[in-house]
């Protein structure tokens, strides 16, 4: 059979000797003010003028990563927030990161009923019925929310094992009030996020989806923040690569990330957004960097993009 | 205090004396002969024309509908499909909407982290921190996945506050997976579902949410597919708005939406897609409308929506 995603991202994990992703959620007030032509402008600026600087910020953000990273993940609503442009915007950018074969996974978090759920999948995954619009490059793989069940999710799945795709499904995040609905005891002692878990891996072993790897190109979002959750999660979802996002600003700690891995090194991506592309910026990562190369923000992201390059081999287990 | 959304969206119910909303799915292969200007176009065609088609089709449908209803639901997904092109098309059918004067939902069923969610809260109910994008009209409701908790809703929340708009939180869902993860039994008797609508309803009767109305700007997504459900959370959920989607196609039954409504004929919007804005299909509608009217598409339109509000009148206790 063809090499499915996960296997065409395992490969890819192994040729960057890393299992991490650059999640790129660009705000403008945060940009360098390199970027921003004029300094004094802030989030009250023109959208054109803000969106071009949040598309080569973007741009620069890619080629800065691309040697380092097998994968960037391209948070959709923070392109969105600029309505159709930003939209075009997001999809010049895929195509630009595919051109320095960089993995993509779209963060959109869609998730609706069948028929919707396939509309969804054809412009979150590509396949589009129409051919002009294959000119477009879309994701490789993106994330969905399962809270409607499989036929929420079953449309992704089938545009994912037709084109070598994937899909993410959302299982435990990592914000505060996740606990809400997602850690409610279930009367058969399992809570809510682990009957999420046990679906996820159904879905992940129906036909055509298990590759070479012996990984599904259904995987799931499994935040770090707890350890035994993620003990738990990796065990019963052998066949699911994880998406761990909250690397440096969530509060995903090492040890916890670790627990997303498998002893041999595979099972997870690690995922870091702001404490990667905000390196630069005091209010986020402090002056580690900004002593190291005072006003040069391009400098800093570099570093930290190496260092969580460096602080992930320290935690996931070595592949092989 | 000012009227809220809930105030508003009652005060049109009362206008048009419907407690209905139309839902706009637009799928080009089922636009009318007559719109589509090549009959022999199918969904291969050009982009371009297609979306131009969907554009036209969707402008006459909501002039057909605003004489009889409140309310329209866009869903996003359909015009996603044909990705910033689509996106665009979907603001500016938001704005013939709101000049026809009618309520705009705009099902995009979002969800996401905090710093996340507030960003599609910002492209999904307006308040844009860009002053040139205030041009864009904005849906007056969207729709949310609650699965992350309170911190994914919050954000829409707070510009529904400040923006006098409204929220739908994802309850119980009509599609045939929905059972999966919502009908599951929890430790304490419950299940998803109910632990779902008891947190909407906590959220609801936040600090300057509860309008004049005693509605709340925070609502529900309550699919009518189980009469004791709709029983249930109606009771749960005083001060909750009930979008109550599936009527005619997804087999939300008459009796099972009657649930949905409080006594005094308050508390729920019903909506209707295909059955009512493909009435002149057959595959859908069967021969009702086309014996009526042969090939007179839009007096199908009409007549199928005319059908709905009566078929809901007989259903809904009689305001007041």
């Known amino acids: 059979m063809a090499k499915n995603f996960a296997d065409n991202l395992l490969e890819a994990i192994a040729k960057k000797r890393s299992p991490v992703c650059v999640g790129i959620d ?137 084109q070598g795709k994937g899909v993410f499904v959302l299982v435990r995040t990592t914000n505060p009030s996740a606990a809400e609905v997602q850690d409610a005891a279930l009367a058969d002692g399992r809570t809510v996020y682990e009957l999420l878990g046990q679906k996820v891996e159904e879905w992940a072993v129906g036909e055509g989806l298990v590759g070479e790897s012996g990984y599904s190109s259904v995987g799931a979002v499994v935040g770090a923040a707890d350890r035994d959750q993620a003990i738990k999660l990796r065990a019963m979802m052998p066949h699911c690569l994880f998406l761990v996002p909250g690397w440096g600003v969530q509060g995903a700690s090492a040890e916890n990330v670790a627990a997303c891995f498998k002893s041999d090194g595979t099972g997870a991506l690690v995922s870091a957004s702001r404490s990667v592309i905000y390196a630069y910026d005091q209010e986020i990562a402090g002056m580690k960097y900004l002593e190291m190369y005072p006003s040069e923000w391009a400098k800093c992201v570099e570093q930290a993009c190496k260092d969580f390059v460096a602080d992930v081999a320290k935690v996931a287990p070595s592949p092989g």
């Open 26 to 162: 660009p705000v403008y007030a945060r940009l360098p003010a390199e970027i921003i032509e004029d300094p004094e402008m802030n989030d009250e600026a023109d959208s054109e003028t803000a969106l071009d600087a949040v598309r080569e910020y973007c741009r620069q953000i890619i080629r800065i990563v691309a040697p380092y990273v097998p994968a960037v993940k391209l948070n959709i609503a923070f392109f969105e927030r600029y309505y159709h442009e930003g939209i075009e915007t997001y999809y010049e950018l895929i195509e630009e990161a595919a051109n320095v074969n960089l993995i993509v996974i779209g963060d959109v978090k869609r998730g609706d009923i069948g028929s919707t759920a396939e509309m969804y999948a054809r412009s979150a995954l590509g396949d589009p019925d129409f051919a002009d619009l294959d000119r477009l490059v879309a994701p490789d793989a993106v994330t969905v929310n399962g809270y409607l069940g499989l036929d929420g999710v079953q449309p992704f799945i089938d545009v994912a094992r037709e």
